[in-house]
């Protein structure tokens, strides 16, 4: 785990940046977490953990063309980098791992 | 308008480059809201999470995401720090070590002075507070007293509009208390209304309104409640005071805390005190004190110049040797000595000088450290030349070195702490203090911090600037040599340090030799095995007392017995007019102190009659009869004042006896003209001469006889010399504190000696082995290793002779009865910090001596 030092909210907003791919920016991915998750986040919460893992090296971005909308401002593009992949792998897998370990009998939800 | 204010915060704390696309987003945001709902809406939702961006990751460059403390070339330095003190650990430890205890000593030290200084400090309105004390001025001399006339208070504070309060209050007293048929011993005193208005205590129970008014209330101290009346309120409960009547509690007081003056578990009314004894409504006497509390901003100086004639004026046409004064009561502790009417110190000269021990033990500390660091520095040149040959700059390398001080002062810092807090108990034992202490409080860690980083920073410059000031060239050709200021400079310092530590222990020495002279001075009286009980209860009883002293000298290993109203180490009354005999000069103003005794008092003391003699009990008309000193029959100037006729207090009689001179004072003062009455009614004390032998069983007779004929009274026994030595307690804690300092003085001196000596055995070891090898022998070697260090110390040596005994000379200055400083003291002194040197700087030279030549020349 120490290695990809990765978060909560960050896993879930770099898995979002993944779905979104080519279209993952501010707006975008704040209203994909909403609407898939049903939980309000923040914009301040959002982009400080895009610029954390941005410079953790989990994201690249790059900016797109200006249009009209958006008092003329340029969206920033988020991509997910190889290591950004490696981390999430790293995440899902120690996950999965301690999942197919829970012995049957756990999951047995006898009212007795 | 909020949106546009939102845009100016937003670009004032954002990073550039981040700015732009945030911006865009929180705009398309802002479209969205105004469709769905409206711009108002939009506006206030844009300004919000304008504010709630405000997160670390987004911030502009700032010193925290710049790292500029814990850049990658401060990593490096501190790790270097540490390698270096791994590497040489010999030389960090003592540097460590050194430093602790001398921070340690240090701050322990601050500590004491600070306890000191807040000494009475816990009231509240202190600085408007003042003691009443009084100059008596006689032909030769004037005395200083915390006494005054009975009636003073009542009349100051109608006479003076400056008195806001004053109150007059008396000596600690024991008193028995009873309740339901338990006794209670407990120490308080009397003191009139105002009392509770001036000194400040928090009340539990009452308060101070009204206190002190009713003659039949008493206050105790929470301590003294909880014993008498366990947890339960105590208001209004009755308790009869043994040889008082009944009184009712009407207040509970907090303890009053140790460091006060004053101090008193219990406080009973003065109305009915002062009923009883009726000479105090007499301006003549000077038997009470007094405590008032001016109005805030009285100038208490002018207002000394105000009251300087009150007691002459109220005595009228009597002429009094009175001056009354006022002093501060913060400075009552400190300040408390007073010399022919002038202050001229007291506490507060310990505590400059313990102030100034601190600051030179600290100093010796950090000079170890320098020295230890300059001495070294050949060993770290090269590391400094290559580091400037990459491009170090000298700014750079300075602040590497200063961070290696520091963070080695910081290291000591907080095992100097770790320490405190384990010597400070048995401290707070030695100096009978309630200091407290823990790293974890902000009032402590500050300035033990502070040390910490001054001594770094301080010691640190030195060292540093001669390291980053090396030429990288010189250094690397190997052309490098350390010079020879520097080499002067660290003798000099050796000098210091031991200069310091010497005097320190010539200082100690002179205490100890001063102690042991009070200890064993033979004071005109024989002090040993007299025991002492007080007078009380059933004893206030004549037909008792002899019954006491009967049955006590029935007992074998009693000597003889004696009452009197003090023994001769607290000789409290004298009289000026008092004593008179035939063609004494009118004009003539002198203090004799009095001792009010009964029959066997001179021989229960061994005191020598030299002419004359004693107490005969055959003889009733001794009771107007005197034996006076030797001091008084010159003052008396009369060439044979044996069975002279003199009046004593309204008695006349003859003086049937001339004592000896002895010592009823401390040491500090000379031996003043005296007086002893036979007056068996004024017994305070029983004294009683034993053997030596079984005394654990004559208490034991002495406890039972007092159980049968005085049962209510717990059994509460002294013994002179015991009482004796506690008059020079606090000269016995300074003794003892001293041989402390100077111990730690000389310890981290040695540690730095040990330091350099092992340097020095390291550098030269190629040099002993080339003797070695041309034959020099053994002791010749180690006198070449160790004169260097003997030169430095027997220099250091000879400087602090005169700085010592000038120290020493104005302590004792103080005793009327002192040692000289005999030259032993410096012998012993030289020949012991000499002796030292020698075993701390021969274990190194030994090793090196010792060493196969081969081994340190194979090499060459």
């Not at chain 2, 020295?371 to 400037?388: I, M, P, Q, W, Y």
């Not at chain 2, 350390?482 to 020495?509: D, H, P």
């Not at chain 2, 059994?715 to 016995?732: I, L, R």
Request: proline share 3%; charged share 20%; with cysteine.
């Amino acid at each position: 785990m120490k290695k990809y030092q990765l978060g909560e909210f960050e896993e879930l907003v770099l898995l979002t940046v993944g779905v979104l791919y080519g279209e993952a920016y501010g707006v975008a991915i704040k209203e994909e977490i909403e609407k898939r998750h049903q939980r309000k986040v923040s914009v301040g919460a959002l982009q400080s953990a895009l610029r954390r893992m941005e410079e953790k090296g989990f994201l690249t971005s790059e900016f797109g063309e200006a249009t009209k909308a958006r008092g003329g401002k340029r969206k920033r593009y988020f991509k997910i980098t190889a290591y950004g992949k490696k981390a999430l792998d790293h995440n899902i897998q120690t996950r999965l791992e301690l999942w197919n370990q829970i012995p049957e009998v756990a999951f047995e939800f006898k009212v007795c | 308008m909020l949106k546009k204010l939102g845009h100016k915060i937003f670009k004032l704390y954002c990073h550039p480059d981040f700015q732009e696309d945030i911006l865009g987003d929180l705009e398309q945001y802002h479209e969205w809201n105004t469709e769905k709902k409206n711009l108002r809406y939009a506006n206030r939702k844009f300004f919000i999470d304008v504010l709630l961006l405000f997160r670390l990751s987004l911030l502009r460059n700032n010193i925290i995401s710049q790292n500029l403390i814990y850049t990658p070339m401060v990593r490096n330095i501190i790790k270097t720090a540490f390698r270096v003190f791994w590497k040489e650990r010999g030389y960090a430890t003592l540097n460590i070590l050194g430093l602790t205890v001398g921070i340690a000593t240090s701050m322990l030290l601050f500590l004491y002075v600070e306890s000191e200084k807040s000494v009475n400090g816990f009231h509240q309105d202190i600085d408007n507070i003042y003691q009443v004390m009084e100059h008596q001025t006689y032909s030769d001399a004037t005395f200083t007293y915390e006494s005054n006339p009975g009636p003073l208070s009542d009349h100051f504070v109608q006479d003076m509009p400056e008195v806001e309060f004053m109150a007059a209050y008396t000596w600690s007293e024991e008193r028995l208390f009873r309740i339901n048929d338990q006794n209670f011993k407990e120490t308080g005193r009397v003191a009139s209304k105002d009392f509770f208005h001036i000194f400040e205590v928090q009340f539990i129970e009452g308060t101070k309104e009204n206190s002190l008014v009713r003659p039949t209330s008493i206050y105790l101290s929470k301590s003294t409640k909880e014993r008498i009346f366990g947890n339960q309120s105590a208001l209004s409960k009755t308790m009869s005071v043994d040889g008082w009547g009944e009184y009712q509690v009407e207040g509970v007081f907090e303890d009053v805390p140790k460091s006060s003056t004053i101090n008193f578990d219990f406080i009973m009314p003065y109305e009915p005190w002062r009923v009883r004894n009726t000479w105090l409504n007499d301006w003549g006497n000077n038997g009470i004190r007094g405590i008032a509390k001016l109005k805030p901003g009285v100038d208490y100086r002018a207002f000394n110049k105000k009251i300087s004639t009150y007691v002459d004026e109220k005595m009228g046409d009597q002429e009094s040797v009175v001056t009354i004064f006022v002093q501060p009561f913060k400075d009552r502790y400190l300040f408390s000595n007073y010399e022919n009417g002038q202050l001229v110190g007291g506490r507060i000269l310990y505590i400059r000088l313990f102030s100034i021990v601190a600051f030179f033990i600290l100093l010796i500390a950090a000079i170890n450290f320098m020295n230890l660091a300059t001495a070294r520095s050949t060993k770290r040149a090269k590391e400094v030349g290559v580091k400037k040959v990459v491009g170090s700059t000298k700014t750079q390398l300075l602040m590497q070195f200063m961070l290696e001080s520091i963070l080695l002062a910081l290291i000591s810092t907080v095992l100097a702490g770790l320490l405190i807090m384990v010597v400070l108990a048995p401290l707070n034992i030695l100096v009978e203090k309630e200091m407290t202490f823990s790293i974890l409080q902000l009032n402590n860690l500050l300035p033990l911090i502070m040390i910490g980083f001054g001594v770094g920073f301080l010691s640190g410059i030195y060292p540093s600037l001669v390291l980053s000031g090396f030429k990288a060239i010189s250094v690397l050709k190997g052309t490098f040599k350390t010079s020879a200021w520097s080499n002067g400079l660290r003798k000099g310092l050796v000098i210091f340090q031991f200069i310091i530590s010497t005097t320190l222990i010539i200082s100690t020495l002179v205490i100890h030799d001063q102690m042991n002279y009070i200890k064993s001075k033979n004071l005109g009286y024989n002090k040993e095995n007299i025991v002492f009980v007080p007078v009380e209860g059933e004893l206030e009883n004549q037909e008792v007392r002899d019954q006491l002293k009967t049955r006590i000298l029935n007992n074998p290993n009693f000597i003889s017995a004696t009452f009197s109203n003090g023994s001769p180490l607290s000789v409290n009354s004298s009289t000026s007019g008092g004593f008179s005999w035939e063609g004494r000069p009118e004009n003539q103003e002198t203090n004799f102190n009095i001792i009010r005794a009964s029959h066997g008092f001179i021989e229960t003391f061994d005191m020598e009659i030299i002419r004359g003699r004693s107490f005969d009990p055959q003889l009733a008309t001794d009771t107007l009869n005197l034996i006076i000193n030797e001091q008084t029959a010159s003052l008396m100037g009369i060439e044979d004042p044996l069975n002279y006729q003199a009046t004593f207090w309204g008695r006349t009689g003859r003086i049937i006896g001339i004592v000896k001179d002895f010592h009823f004072s401390s040491l500090h003062e000379k031996i003043e003209p005296l007086i002893i009455s036979l007056r068996p009614e004024d017994s305070f004390i029983f004294l009683a001469r034993m053997t030596g032998e079984q005394t654990t069983d004559n208490i034991k007779y002495l406890e039972e006889t007092l159980k049968e004929l005085n049962p209510n009274y717990p059994f509460d026994y002294k013994f002179v010399d015991k009482t004796y030595e506690e008059q020079y307690k606090s000269e016995t804690t300074i003794g003892i504190l001293a041989d402390y300092f100077s111990g730690v003085a000389i310890f981290i001196s040695l540690l730095g000696l040990f330091g350099l000596a092992s340097f020095a055995a390291e550098q030269r070891i190629k040099e002993i082995g080339i003797r070695k090898v041309l034959g020099a022998g053994l002791l010749n070697l180690i006198l070449i290793m160790t004169r260097g260090f003997l030169m430095l110390v027997g220099t250091g040596f000879l400087l602090a002779i005169p700085l010592g005994y000038f120290l020493v000379d104005n302590w004792l200055d103080a005793f009327e009865y002192r040692v000289n400083i005999g030259i032993t003291v410096f012998l012993i002194a030289g020949g012991a910090s000499l002796l030292i040197t020698v075993i701390t700087v021969s274990y190194h030279s030994l090793k090196a001596v010792y060493a196969n030549p081969v081994k340190s020349l194979r090499y060459e």
